[in-house]
């Protein structure tokens, strides 16, 4: 049950709410008619925009399709032959293609051939009937023309082979009249050339129906539209009775329709009446443009709209204010109580990523200023150990400057950057963590320092350095060494910079393990695992191949050193005192793969030496350089 204190305090703020609801349901209902009313000046504007593109679009769609068609026809194997060899086999060929193109196409009405004295050769039309019916004839020879001085022909001869004309936009012209009904058309043409001569052999010209397009141009319920050519006068409008004032003789232009606001446009701009240069996609010197101004219909639109949504607003204001009202009111005290719930969650939260996610903040030297109790718990030392420390101090001793270079330029040019650290803790024990650091920054923006946020990743980097260890001697398994193998070949093909295969094989393993067993050969195999392992180059990399085999990679290393290490080691062992068999001698192929090698190829090449050192009687070095060299060591059986 509500307290009296309780009730008079909600009804004042009820009342204090409904109030400032009436006051703020008025002020958003002239406000949001003024602005409704403004926003229509920038919806006209898309609209017009809209129109603009669609526009632009659909006359390049026409335009580049009719090219296309006709350019396919003039740069074809079919015109090629009939303008260089004019016989009637070609001629049928050329007719066939030409009937196929008009059929085709939706918007060529008209496909001529001319050769290269202006003769008509063929000529396809596509008839309109009245009822309705579309057909396609060719014009019969004693109907063809002779084309040489008109216009079209005389542009079109003295372009280059590729390139085309397009006439201005105007009215189908038969027999000297315009024909009726009107048939808008647009003429595109392109040489024909001979390729071996490089002469020219006529024309192909395409008349293009050009009234869908201008209906797109044109037409719309929302705008009007005009279509002007450079001196004013209109091709094609939304109102049908200004088209074509050219020809019609009407008077028509964009001044007489737009009167002083044409100029007014021209100098200064107006964005509900706009103009767009059409002139770069026709490229024939006609200079059109299209104009656009929202229509009445848009207007009167516009303006109903914005009353109804100012009046709408006022009745959802008043609507929403009063249970609103009833609600807030009582609301304060259960928001303070989620309040108080979601800073405890928060704290909670909080208290696990500080407990189980390292963070640590530096300076831009990188000195610790501050870090979290997981960074303690993961590094062994205590908070106060580390604030005012360098974040150095968890680097393993093998850790190089240069190992960080890259970190520090992202870091130093205001980037982030998420990479891994192998670590040591307080007592020296190893630690990996996959680390986020970005940069931080004062209120005035100034970088002041860098925060890292890490997580634990020792688990998985010990699964990864078990899962690429041989289980025996502890070299490299041979999954590992085929990946260093692909590392070293990129490298190679990438810089040029060659790396040798040094392919191991304990000579008679078999009868050490037939003579002292299986457990002697494997304490045979330890040891000359760890023979290889400590003196072979710090950059070498060496793994069990499998068996009594071992491989050793030496990067960036010519044929030469490489079998100087191989000499090494085969010496080495010969020369080792084994506590359980005595001696015991390795045999040894050595290979180089080089830029333009194929790493099979460097693997088979090394087989095949080590085979033949073996077949030498062991306990040798055969390489690419001296393969049939025999190489004596202390130790060598001679049988």
Same mark, same amino acid.
Not at 589 to 610: I, K, M, P, T, Y
């Given at each position: 049950m509500m307290s009296p204190t309780f009730l008079k305090s909600y009804r004042k703020y009820i009342s204090y709410f409904l109030l400032f609801g009436l006051v703020i349901a008025v002020v958003s209902s002239f406000a949001s008619y003024f602005y409704f009313y403004n926003f229509s000046e920038k919806l006209v504007e898309q609209r017009i925009k809209f129109q603009f593109e669609r526009a632009e679009s659909a006359s390049r769609f026409f335009i580049e399709d009719t090219k296309r068609k006709i350019s396919s026809l003039s740069e074809s194997q079919v015109a090629e032959q009939y303008a260089t060899s004019p016989i009637n086999q070609y001629l049928l060929k050329l007719e066939d293609s030409m009937l196929n193109i008009v059929r085709s196409s939706s918007n060529i009405y008209q496909l001529r051939y001319l050769d290269e004295y202006g003769d008509e050769i063929v000529k396809i039309e596509k008839i309109q009937r009245l009822d309705a019916e579309v057909s396609i004839k060719k014009t019969e020879t004693r109907d063809l023309q002779n084309k040489y001085k008109r216009y079209y022909f005389q542009k079109t001869k003295g372009m280059h082979r590729g390139d085309y004309y397009i006439s201005h936009l105007d009215l189908n012209n038969e027999n000297g009249r315009i024909e009726v009904p009107y048939k808008p058309t647009l003429r595109v043409s392109t040489p024909v050339f001979d390729t071996k001569k490089n002469t020219f052999k006529?024309?192909?010209i395409a008349n293009m129906d050009a009234s869908y397009m201008l209906r797109i141009l044109t037409k719309s319920s929302e705008l009007d539209l005009y279509l002007a050519d450079k001196e004013g006068f209109i091709l094609s409008a939304s109102e049908p009775d200004l088209n074509w004032s050219r020809y019609t003789r009407s008077g028509?232009?964009?001044?007489?329709?737009?009167?002083?606001?044409?100029?007014?446009i021209r100098q200064n701009g107006d964005p509900s009446i706009q103009m767009f240069d059409m002139s770069g996609i026709f490229n024939n010197g006609e200079g059109l443009k299209l104009v656009a101004k929202p229509s009445e219909k848009l207007y009167s639109t516009l303006a109903r709209d914005a009353i109804q949504s100012?009046?709408?607003?006022?009745?959802?204001?008043?609507?929403?204010?009063?249970?609103?009202?009833?609600?807030i009111s009582y609301t304060p005290s259960k928001n303070a109580f989620e309040l108080q719930r979601i800073t405890k969650t928060n704290q909670l939260y909080a208290n696990i990523i500080d407990q189980h996610v390292p963070i640590v903040d530096t300076d831009l030297e990188g000195y610790i200023t501050r870090c979290n109790d997981a960074i303690c718990t993961l590094s062994g030392y205590k908070r106060r150990e580390l604030i005012g420390k360098h974040s150095s101090i968890f680097q393993t001793d093998e850790a190089q400057p240069k190992d960080f270079s890259v970190m520090w330029r992202e870091l130093n040019d205001g980037r982030s950057w998420k990479g891994e650290f192998h670590n040591k803790s307080k007592s020296g024990q190893s630690f990996w963590v996959s680390s986020y650091i970005i940069p931080k920054y004062n209120d005035d923006g100034e970088k002041i320092g860098y925060i890292s946020v890490s997580t634990d990743i020792t688990d998985k980097k010990n699964l990864e350095r078990y899962s690429e260890k041989d289980t025996l001697t502890g070299l490299f398994n041979r999954s590992k060494i085929n990946r260093i193998l692909d590392i070293e070949q990129q490298r190679t093909q990438r810089y040029s910079i060659p790396f040798t295969l040094l392919l191991? %094989? !304990? &000579?008679?393993? =078999?009868?050490?393990?037939?003579?002292?067993?299986?457990?002697i050969g494997d304490e045979v195999l330890k040891e000359v695992s760890n023979l290889f392992r400590f003196n072979i180059r710090q950059t070498d990399y060496v793994g069990r191949w499998g068996g009594e085999e071992f491989i050793v990679v030496c990067p960036q290393t010519e044929i030469e050193e490489g079998k100087y290490v191989a000499e090494k080691l085969c010496t080495l062992i010969a020369q080792f005192d084994f506590e359980k068999v005595g001696q015991v001698t390795v045999s040894i192929?050595?290979?180089?793969?080089?830029?333009?090698?194929?790493?099979?190829?460097?693997?088979?090449?090394?087989?095949?030496?080590?085979y033949e050192a073996k077949e030498s009687g062991r306990n040798r070095v055969v390489? %690419? !350089? &001296?393969?049939? =060299?025999?190489?004596?060591?202390?130790?060598?059986?001679?049988?």
């Open positions: 006529g024309i192909v028509y232009t964009i001044r007489s329709e737009l009167g002083q606001k044409y100029e007014h100012s009046f709408f607003t006022l009745l959802v204001v008043m609507l929403v204010a009063i249970p609103l009202g009833a609600y191991i %094989d !304990v &000579d008679h393993f =078999k009868a050490i393990n037939d003579n002292y067993g299986h457990l192929g050595v290979s180089v793969f080089e830029s333009g090698s194929g790493l099979s190829q460097v693997l088979d090449s090394a087989d095949q030496n080590l390489s %690419d !350089v &001296d393969k049939y =060299k025999v190489l004596h060591f202390p130790g060598h059986d001679q049988t």
